[in-house]
């Protein structure tokens, strides 16, 4: 069965003229250095977490793999040159694949090097779940945070096949083989099947945020997958304090250039 659970319950708007935050690098002094799989200022690898979150390479427009940012973490963590490492995020969500996985090794590299999430605008979804597993999280006054749920999206199109004279035979071995195929009608069965793959995942993501963020996991299940923009999200646990990004990030250059 191949089920289709993204993180995707927030409309995305892809600019490609808008000018990244980490476009706009020159401002917080230091050469960039370009042998480094990541941008590098001043002692702090800046690893972007952009665009679509993906598992593997789709179709989407600017999509981001786990596999790149989990790359570039594990280069950060073994570099000496390194002091910290900033996640810039502006991402409304992705895959399920892979997401889990990645939240994992983050928190596991946070106990080695101080680890920051920047919210640049947003970091719902999968996006969200990668953030809380930092040790801190900051977010713009108008960023958004949260849509902790899971969203699986099964289409029918029986009706319509019908309707154009097409008429299909559907040869199977396994009673739940064609659940998620949309030739075949979604039988009640097939439904709670679903759901319950659905509910799996969403509680082991509920799950995740109340430990990384150290909260109740029914405050967290609470939330109804709902997103919190600046202080709000700050107020809901899910941030610890309203900051521009440029002023975030170059506090914490500022803060491991100290060190």
Avoid: W
Wanted: aromatic fraction near 8%.
């Amino acid at each position: 069965m191949d089920i289709n659970a993204s993180f995707l319950n927030r409309p995305l708007f892809l600019d490609p003229s808008r000018v990244s935050l980490l476009e706009r690098k020159a401002s917080f002094g230091g050469k960039m250095v370009e042998s480094k799989p990541f941008e590098f200022i001043r002692g702090v690898a800046i690893i972007p977490v952009a665009g679509v979150l993906c598992h593997d390479y789709y179709n989407y427009f600017g999509e981001t793999l786990y596999s790149n940012i989990g790359n570039s973490l594990f280069a950060a963590i073994e570099d000496p040159d390194v002091a910290g490492i900033a996640l810039v995020f502006n991402s409304g969500g992705g895959d399920v694949s892979g997401c889990f996985d990645l939240t994992a090794k983050i928190a596991e590299a946070r106990e080695v090097k101080p680890i920051v999430a920047v919210l640049d605008d947003v970091a719902y979804s999968a996006a969200y779940c990668l953030a809380c597993a930092t040790s801190m999280i900051t977010i713009p006054a108008t960023g958004g945070a949260g849509s902790i749920g899971v969203i699986a999206l099964r289409m029918d199109m029986t009706g319509a096949m019908s309707k154009a004279g097409v008429e299909i035979t559907t040869i199977k071995f396994g009673e739940m083989k064609d659940d998620s195929y949309p030739t075949s009608p979604l039988s009640k069965e097939g439904k709670k099947r679903l759901q319950a793959d659905v509910d799996t995942l969403g509680e082991a993501f509920c799950e995740i945020v109340a430990r990384n963020r150290d909260m109740d996991v029914d405050t967290v299940r609470g939330f109804e997958a709902g997103t919190f923009l600046g202080e709000k999200a700050v107020s809901a646990g899910l941030a610890d304090m309203v900051m521009n990004p440029e002023d975030a990030l170059r506090s914490f250059i500022d803060e491991m250039e100290s060190i």
